[in-house]
């Protein structure tokens, strides 16, 4: 739980992500289009009490939220934005490509192949994760403001970087850039999506390099480290 100027970041943890535990930052910014708070991804379906409690710490409720941005529908971004809609009345926001994965979350279809050359997981601990994060459900996600990039939400631009799902974005302010998924920053370095998990490579690695050209001030990876330029 940081506060970094005019973002917080709060941090859930995932265990057993093919064999070790994946960190996930949800970002919340005050003053979001709507006058309330602004929330960038929501984490796995089941830790809204994670989230409510680190909101309590901050002096905020769920009511609180005004705005939901979802940079992606995979369900460690999407897996709790209907649920904080239904509680606070928040908008949803998120890139049009999304929409139908949003409404419909499909199965993750992954090659143990693949997911062994890049992360060197066992057979056992990929068949637990699949199954695990195949079984996860959330509630359909109906997206209030689509969106194509290009747009402002409270001084953040939104950009559209396909690779790791069709409708991915980013934000940046200027100073703040939000990647989601879109660049990660697991084990001390910034990396392009992981391959096995990626809809399109190639485009996920332009996403990357596009990302990390810009002069942020801090990045903030969904997964892994912030990091601070300067
Ligand atoms: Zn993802
Ligand atoms: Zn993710």
Redesign the pocket.
């Known amino acids: 739980m940081v506060r970094i100027g005019r973002i917080r970041v709060m941090e859930l943890l995932e265990p057993d992500f093919f064999g070790s535990t994946l960190n996930h930052n949800i970002v919340v910014v005050e003053r979001g289009p709507l006058g309330g708070l602004m929330m960038i991804d929501t984490g796995l379906p089941g830790s809204l009490d994670k989230i409510e409690a680190f909101l309590n710490a901050w002096g905020y409720k769920l009511e609180d939220i005004s705005d939901i941005v979802v940079t ?1 529908w ?1 369900h ?2 999407a897996g709790n934005a209907s649920e904080i809609k239904r509680l606070s009345g928040a908008k949803i926001y998120a890139h049009r490509e999304e929409i139908p994965s949003l409404i419909n979350p499909p199965n993750y279809e992954i090659s143990f192949s693949e997911a062994k050359e890049e992360l060197k997981v066992s057979g056992k601990e990929f068949k637990e994760t699949i199954e695990r994060i195949n079984g996860l459900k959330y509630q359909p996600v109906i997206v209030d403001v689509p969106l194509n990039g290009g747009e402002t939400l409270s001084g953040f631009k939104v950009i559209h970087v396909p690779g ?2 069709k409708g991915h974005i980013a934000l940046f302010d200027g100073n703040y850039l939000v990647t989601g ?1 879109a660049v990660r920053g697991v084990n001390g370095s910034l990396t392009p999506p992981l391959r096995f ?1 990626s809809w399109n490579y190639e485009s996920a690695i332009a996403s990357f390099h596009s990302l990390v050209s810009l002069p942020f001030s801090f990045l903030i990876p969904y997964h892994g480290e912030v990091v601070n330029k300067w």
């Open positions: 992606h995979h460690d971004h790791h799902t998924d998990f």
